[in-house]
């Protein structure tokens, strides 16, 4: 990818900035590192809306990563907030291959069934 090509992947209709994770929250769930990811407006993935949302409703779609992802080496722009990219196009020349890296760690989907969180 280049510069140009980085860009252009947050622009206002632009399917990367609603549908591919800009940050993770840290979430209350039954384990210790439930996170939501959230895109460029800090809404749950494919939420388009302009409307407040509270992460919680989207508890289905947090993940459980097995430790700290704070503690996870070469991924986070901005390793405060668990950033993944900034509006800096820079940051998302290896936005791909961070991401690539971050799925290869053990992680979990929250999934309700019922009453029971699995």
């Not at 980085?6 to 210790?32: E, N």
């Not at 993944?84 to 020349?93: C, F």
């Amino acid at each position: 990818m280049n510069l140009k090509q980085a860009h252009s992947l947050t622009g206002p209709d632009q399917w990367f900035r609603y549908w591919l994770p800009y940050q993770f929250v840290k979430i209350d769930g039954p384990r210790k590192h439930t996170y939501l990811p959230v895109n460029r407006n800090y809404k749950p993935l494919g939420v388009v809306s302009k409307e407040w949302a509270d992460y919680h409703k989207f508890h289905d779609q947090a993940v459980v990563f097995a430790k700290n992802p704070a503690e996870f080496k070469g991924i986070w722009y901005n390793e405060d907030g668990l950033y993944l990219y900034s509006d800096d196009p820079k940051t998302r020349l290896d936005y791909f291959e961070r991401l690539q890296k971050l799925l290869s760690y053990s992680a979990a989907l929250v999934c309700r069934v019922g009453a029971t969180t699995l």
